[in-house]
């Protein structure tokens, strides 16, 4: 976290020295960073209160650090269902089980969380904005109902929507289309008064059902399941999960009942279908893209939110500072961030991860086949040595990490 700045006058001819347009998770954690330092922040987002939308619903790993790092982690901890232990089952057997800290919480109860952490130096306007422009000196918002807000520098959160960010001449290329389906709902148990784990990740049985795995999990008062598929979705398939969503997971999944405990399906089955995008032509004047609006992720790959917070982090404590301390916000300023190799390096890895699960969960040639054998055999075998001698299996897992690093 960097230090409180002082309060500075604003530039003459500006509201504002940051306008951040999306008050999701990127804009607000953006906001809450740039706030704290100091600068004067307009942050806007059509909805005073997020609404409950399926999307991000559990932190954890390198995500829990990073929101330490911007000082923003108690305001999670506060807000969500803390769980240190996950088993993790495969073809109905004990895989392994995963010790670490996750955070299960719903995504508007995050943006809540974080939007309560946002200080008086963060001015918030509801509102839909309409219209922008963007230059090498001064950026302009224009609200609905609110008028414009001008500023030094323009932040574009506004996640998968196109429409404004076609307004500064930005389009966005598709890597994948279609490339995941996720499926969100509540469980509640059966014949007993919990589960038999508080948490559990089952993956799929076979490759010809499309399945990755199954995340159950608290959140809030219930336990919440997320399901990994990369199938079409217009798969019957998966209109007999939405229709009948025991019934289908117990045949997909036949061991599920007996790791996890009979349940039934409360309130209705969420889905949301995943482009993998990447904006492209986006060094402009005046205006910088963070988290899904510049690229987006699979939701199996749990990189969304790594993503976004290093766009977060490197923006608002490394780039916006040098930025602000000299004369305009030329195209040129604007293209160290794209070009911070940190940022490249996580923008890399999420596609990297993204390819990996679509290719571990479905691909059979050969080469995939192996993979897929000797990554679920390593974690079965590594899980035994675990058992036998942790500080052995410690060596061994640092001896050789794998390229791309699978987060499930
Ligand atoms: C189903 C699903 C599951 C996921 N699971 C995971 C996971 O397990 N792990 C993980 O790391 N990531 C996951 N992700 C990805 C993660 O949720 C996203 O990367 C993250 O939420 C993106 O946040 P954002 O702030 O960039 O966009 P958003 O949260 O979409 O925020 C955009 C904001 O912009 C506002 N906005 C848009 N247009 C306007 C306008 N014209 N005027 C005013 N406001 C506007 C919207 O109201 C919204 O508040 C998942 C995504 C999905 C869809």
């Given at each position: 976290m960097t230090a409180e700045r002082p309060h500075r006058p604003l530039p003459a001819g500006t509201d504002t020295e940051i306008v951040i347009v999306g008050g999701g998770l990127s804009g607000t954690l953006a906001a809450n960073v740039l706030g704290r330092s100091g600068y004067h922040v307009t942050l806007i987002d059509r909805h005073q209160v997020f609404p409950r939308e399926f999307r991000v619903e559990k932190i954890a790993g390198d995500q829990i650090e990073k929101l330490r790092r911007i000082g923003l982690l108690d305001g999670l901890s506060a807000a969500a269902v803390a769980f240190d232990e996950i088993v993790n089952i495969r073809k109905g057997r004990l895989l392994d089980r995963t010790h670490a800290r996750h955070y299960g919480i719903f995504y508007d109860d995050l943006v809540a969380a974080m939007r309560a952490e946002l200080p008086d130096t963060v001015r918030f306007i509801a509102g839909r904005v309409s219209g922008l422009e963007a230059g090498p000196e001064r950026q302009r918002v224009s609200i609905l109902g609110h008028g414009d807000v001008t500023a030094?520098?323009?932040?574009?959160?506004?996640g998968m929507g196109d429409i404004l960010r076609r307004d500064l001449g930005i389009e966005r290329k598709f890597v994948h289309q279609r490339q995941s389906l996720t499926f969100g709902f509540n469980l509640r148990p059966v014949?007993?008064?919990?589960?038999?784990?508080?948490?559990?990740?089952?993956?799929?049985?076979?490759?010809?059902?499309?399945?990755?795995?199954?995340?159950?999990?608290?959140?809030?008062?219930?336990t919440r399941a997320n399901l990994f598929v990369f199938r079409e979705h217009r798969d019957p398939w998966v209109k007999a999960l939405r229709d009948n969503p025991r019934q289908t997971l117990i045949e997909t999944l036949p061991g599920l009942v007996k790791a996890f405990g009979d349940f039934e399906v409360i309130d209705r089955v969420e889905s949301w279908l995943t482009d993998i995008t990447v904006a492209?032509?986006?060094v402009r004047d005046g205006a910088v893209l963070i988290g899904d609006a510049y690229q987006t992720s699979c939701p199996a790959a749990g990189t969304g939110v790594s993503r976004l917070l290093t766009d977060v982090e490197r923006l608002c404590t490394v780039h916006v500072p040098q930025w602000l301390a000299s004369p305009g916000m030329a195209a040129a300023k604007i293209a160290?961030?794209?070009a911070d190799p940190v940022k490249q390096a996580m923008d890399e890895h999420g596609l990297q991860l993204a390819h990996f699960r679509r290719s571990l969960t479905i691909d059979t040639d050969l080469r995939w086949r192996a993979r897929r054998q000797i990554h679920f055999s390593r974690r079965r075998i590594m899980h035994e040595i675990d058992n036998l001698s942790p500080a052995f299996a410690a060596r061994l897992r640092n001896l050789r990490k794998p390229a791309v690093e699978p987060v499930a």
């Open positions: 030094r520098l323009l932040v574009l959160a506004t014949g007993a008064s919990a589960f038999r784990h508080p948490a559990l990740t089952y993956y799929g049985e076979r490759v010809s059902d499309g399945i990755d795995y199954l995340n159950l999990f608290p959140a809030a008062e219930v492209e032509n986006c160290t961030f794209y």
